[in-house]
């Protein structure tokens, strides 16, 4: 096995473990707090309907790479990139490098063109509270996915408005998603696989484009992950 994809396996699997422990922390009489709504200082929403928001990077810690908004949840986060000597470290970590319960959803550190990798995966806890990405989980039905058909990803340089085209949930245990390609024809074979057996199919991958995949732990079996796979939007 690659160490990449090993350091990948790791970061999952930490996933439900650190879960477990903020819920821990919460009964604990709730000594940590959630940082992430300190950054939402730094967004200002916008005045009329269908105009994006506007962001002041410069406010945010320098680790931030990105900004994750589901219009309809909870999600309305910062996003880091995961470090390779590290690829946990956001697990346990908030934007400013201090601990957290809670972590920071971040771009895997597999992913080698961090947001312009053919596939971008943005991990994020399922947290006890409803907070960070636990609502990803609904995107297993159909009427909760085609409810929440917008995820737009905010950058320094563009505002990508994605959606949801394919919603798989597997067991980590057997498999977890693939985040390096030779070329773009094993990207589509993945992702036509995916789409196979994926629970909920809106409209499928489309080829030659550049897909994200939104992950989360799920509860379907001890180890089990919701991956929504999405991609920009047709204008």
């Known amino acids: 096995m690659k160490n990449g994809t090993r350091k990948v396996l790791v970061a999952l699997s930490c996933l439900a473990i650190v879960a477990g422990v903020a819920m821990f922390v919460l009964g604990q009489g709730g000594v940590e707090q959630n ?33 994750v908004y589901v219009p309809g949840t909870t999600i309305d986060y910062p996003v880091v990139r995961g470090f390779t000597e590290d690829p946990g470290f956001y697990l346990f970590h908030d934007a400013e490098g201090r601990y ?33 990405f636990a609502p990803l989980a609904g995107y297993s039905s159909r009427p909760f996915a085609e409810e929440h058909a917008e995820i737009i990803l905010y950058t320094p340089e563009q505002t ?20 390096s390609f030779g070329d773009q024809g094993e990207l589509e074979e993945y992702m036509a696989a995916e789409e196979a057996e994926s629970e909920v ?28 796979y999405a991609m920009e939007a047709e204008s």
């Open 35 to 67: 940082p992430s709504p300190t950054y939402q200082r730094a967004i200002t929403d916008p005045d009329e309907e269908g105009q994006d928001r506007v962001i002041d990077w410069g406010s945010l810690p320098d680790s931030v790479i990105a900004w």
């Open 201 to 228: 199919v809106l409209d499928g991958y489309r080829s030659g484009r550049q897909v994200f995949a939104f992950v989360t732990c799920s509860y379907e079996t001890s180890n089990s992950r919701t991956v929504v």
């Open 100 to 132: 957290s319960a809670w972590g920071t959803p971040y771009v895997a550190n597999g992913c080698e063109e961090g947001l312009e990798s053919p596939l971008v995966m943005i991990y994020g806890h399922h947290m006890s509270d409803g907070t960070m």
């Open 160 to 179: 990508l408005h994605l959606e949801p085209v394919l919603v798989n949930v597997i067991n980590a245990n057997k498999k977890n998603v693939r985040l």
